[in-house]
């Protein structure tokens, strides 16, 4: 969802420094062979990624949520050259695609690759983060956030993707529409945690950044 005009939306990617020709063909091959292609990062919240990458400088990186890659390729832009990422993906039948883009990625050698469901697989990486992208199973944000929160570093930033729901947030959701209801906890939980200071960006579908104090 873009809350955004679409001629102000190329305006910004016009305006803005270009991805690589691997991430193009990414987000392109997504779009032809992979089902339900609008869960990748857009070019500008691909460039937003890298951007805050470049800015922290990170050794450690939690993405959960892989997808077909784009947005880990976008996080690794920034990585120390001894850092890495680490990230998460339930669906295995992704693992070949990530790969063949991955290979192909200067930094393949920092890319670590787990599938499976993220609330089980974040306790077996022994790693403090700088950067953790949230970016699935909405209805177990809160949850991923109190896991999380004890494993970022001071400094360390946690951006959170989907936080405007489609708009859905500012609405009394239906009984049964969980993910409104786990996305609104969250975001009022994120504001008044006492150890982050949040930033809540009406980026594409709402990213919201939190820094731990
Ligand atoms: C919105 S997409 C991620 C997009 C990606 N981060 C990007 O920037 O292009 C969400 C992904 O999370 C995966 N997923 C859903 N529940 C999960 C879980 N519990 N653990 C790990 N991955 C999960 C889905 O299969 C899907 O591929």
Redesign the pocket.
């Known amino acids: 969802m873009e809350f955004i005009d679409e001629a102000l939306i190329e305006y910004a990617i016009k305006n803005s420094s270009e991805e690589s020709d691997l991430l193009k063909i990414l987000r392109k091959e ?1 779009n032809q062979k992979i089902l ?1 292609p ?4 857009s070019t500008i ?2 460039r937003f ?1 890298s951007f805050i990458s470049k800015l922290i400088m990170p050794k450690n990186i939690l ?10 390729l ?1 996080l690794s832009e920034g990585l120390q050259k001894n850092g890495k990422i680490h ?5 295995e039948e ?1 693992k070949d695609f990530q790969n063949h883009f991955f290979r192909q990625s200067d930094k393949k050698n920092q890319i670590n690759q ?1 599938v ?4 089980y ?1 974040i306790e077996q990486i022994n790693e403090e983060f700088d950067i953790v ?1 949230l ?3 909405k209805s ?1 944000y809160v949850n991923y956030m109190n896991l999380i929160v004890p494993r970022l570093k001071k400094g360390g930033v946690l951006i959170s ?2 936080v405007l729901w489609s708009g859905k947030v500012l609405q009394k959701p239906e009984k049964n529409d969980l993910d409104t209801k786990a996305l609104q906890k969250f975001n009022t939980t994120l504001k008044n945690h006492s150890e982050l200071e949040t930033i809540l960006l009406p980026i594409r579908d709402g990213l919201s950044l939190s820094r731990k104090l």
């Open positions: 997504t339900h609008r869960m990748l990062s919240q691909g990624l993405e959960i949520g892989t997808y077909t890659g784009y947005g880990t976008c990230t998460i993906e339930i669906n992704l787990h499976g469901n993220a609330m697989i992208f970016d699935a199973d177990n993707d989907n």
